[in-house]
């Protein structure tokens, strides 16, 4: 009965393979996000959906692109990897976009690119 | 833009004793604020957060945070700490109205709890 859940937990590639990381959740949330951690444990925001739209695009490389199949997934597709993508990648929701709404995060996947 | 400032890089403290931990932001108008907890290799939960009302917020295991608005302020306090509570803690901001969907964290603060 997890609420936001990610697969996988751990993705370890090669620099300039293509990967995708899928995220869920059963919370009946509107609104997803996808956030990197780096190494110093930095979160910062990358994607946001609303009702399968996109609503927050920030400057990241358009090696990464998000996928929104219905409004319980948002999937994260990178290209062409590079060694600065190595980082724990979390997935969260919140009810809306309403101030007030907390965010709940998935247990995070960390890719680590050689 | 917003910023957050977490001004503690990582703090040691022994079981028992009291901890803040510091959050200051730059954004002027009205604001939403959150601490969020992440325990060693799991992901972030809320502890508590502010929204209006009350400036002095309790949360979670007995945490509690106090919003001064005219410090830019919303630091995180305990008054007694277990070993239990090592973990990342982050300061989270996000501004009030209209297209105010992200969430901005500050760098977080790793707290260390010597038994």
């Known amino acids: 009965d997890t609420a936001v859940s990610q697969t996988p937990k751990y993705l370890v590639t090669q620099m300039g393979n293509d990967k995708s990381i899928k995220c869920e959740q059963n919370?009946?949330?509107?609104?997803m996000y996808w956030y990197k951690q780096d190494s110093k444990k930095f979160l910062k925001i990358m994607f946001s959906y609303n009702n399968k739209e996109l609503i927050i695009n920030e400057t990241v490389p358009n090696r990464f692109s998000p996928k929104s199949p219905d409004k319980a997934h948002l999937n994260l597709h990178i290209n062409s990897l590079e060694l600065g993508d190595s980082a724990v990648y979390f997935c969260a929701s919140s009810l809306s976009t309403v101030d007030y709404n907390e965010q709940f995060f998935g247990p995070g996947t960390r890719l680590t690119v050689l | 833009a917003q910023s957050v400032s977490q001004h503690n890089h990582h703090v040691i403290l022994s079981e028992a004793a009291s901890l803040e931990l510091g959050c200051n932001y730059s954004?002027?108008?009205?604001?939403?604020l959150f601490w969020y907890v992440q325990y060693p290799g799991q992901h972030l939960q809320l502890l508590l957060k502010?929204?209006?009302?009350?400036?002095l917020v309790k949360g979670i295991k007995g945490f509690e945070a106090e919003f001064i608005k005219s410090k830019f302020s919303f630091n995180l306090r305990k008054p007694s700490v277990q070993w239990s509570d090592t973990a990342e803690y982050f300061c989270a901001v996000k501004h009030s109205g209209a297209g105010s969907y992200q969430l901005t964290f500050g760098k977080g603060t790793k707290l260390s709890v010597i038994p």
């Open positions: 502010y929204f209006s009302g009350d400036p």
């Open positions: 954004y002027g108008g009205t604001v939403n």
């Open positions: 919370l009946g949330h509107d609104t």
